[in-house]
């Protein structure tokens, strides 16, 4: 199925005489210290998602696109600074260290990183290919790990990490999620695609997402049976993707096993 197809101070003491606060007051503040604390929050997010999108970014255009004074924005940035969220150079910023250390502890599954490890670093070796672990969030596929052989091309540009849904790791997915918010908008033959995916145990991109990229995906499924992640493996378009699922299939099934001895 082509692109083409999908659509659309100090507190003074009180006096002894004056009568404790009411119940009302206190809830009030209670609440309006709780909504001070969402918008720091949010202002800060909103602050590294501009990051992420700019990648590199002085504090005028980050308080403009976040929609926030530049005084407040650079109290914020400032703060993440010294976290080591942010980084900051010449007076221009980008993401930090410290969100890079955090993210790579992300997982939808305990143990899922640690148990695709070997498995994935063996599957490299076998094909001598890219392989890729990825798990679908939030309408997008997300890359987890992934390793190349070193003679390999390396099909993910950039190191991009985040990717439409619709990869053959967020098809294969797609394919199992309970009935629920569609993923993005959907081809008008996906239910049959779906129901084929299940059939297969498998799915599959004929350069649907990059050109000259052709990609065989796999499910990752935990203990009691539901699919966790996808396992994927990257190649060019002259390679029989049927035959790198099998030999897919099994490193999944080591995952999985890795999985089980957890509980």
């Known amino acids: 199925m082509h692109r083409s197809e999908w659509v659309t101070s100090p507190v003074p003491a009180p006096s002894r005489i004056a009568p404790p606060a009411s119940a009302s007051s206190a809830g009030l503040g209670g609440a309006l210290s709780a909504a001070a604390g969402r918008g720091v929050l949010e202002g800060a997010f909103a602050l590294l998602n501009a990051l992420q999108r700019e990648q590199d970014a002085g504090v005028t255009a980050l308080a403009a696109a976040c929609g926030l004074p530049k005084t407040t924005a650079y109290r914020l940035l400032d703060q993440l600074v010294e976290l080591g969220a942010v980084e900051r150079s010449a007076g221009r910023y980008r993401i930090g260290p410290g969100m890079f250390r955090l993210g790579q502890g992300w997982q939808p599954h305990p143990g899922l990183r640690s148990a ?85 145990g498998a799915a599959y991109d004929h350069e649907e997402v990059l050109e000259g990229v052709c990609c ?26 049927d035959r790198l699922a099998d030999t897919a299939r099994r490193a999944a099934s080591a995952i999985t096993a890795g999985l089980g001895r957890r509980r």
């Not at 490890?117 to 070796?125: E, F, H, M, N, Q």
């Not at 990869?167 to 049959?192: F, H, I, M, N, S």
């Not at 009691?224 to 029989?240: E, F, I, K, Q």
């Open 216 to 241: 065989a995906a796999v499910p990752v499924y935990a203990a009691d049976g539901a699919p966790v992640a996808a396992l994927s493996v990257l190649t060019g378009p002259d390679h029989h993707l």
């Open 116 to 200: 695709a490890r070997k498995p994935l670093r063996r599957l490299t070796a076998v094909t001598g290919m890219t392989v890729a672990l990825a798990v679908l969030h939030r309408g997008q596929t997300l890359v987890l790990d992934w390793t190349a052989a070193a003679d390999a091309p390396r099909p993910l540009p950039d190191d991009r990490l985040v990717w439409p849904w619709y990869t053959a790791a967020g098809k294969v997915l797609a394919a199992w999620t309970r009935p629920g918010p569609a993923p993005g908008p959907l081809p008008r033959a996906w239910p049959e695609e779906a129901g084929r995916i299940r059939e297969l």
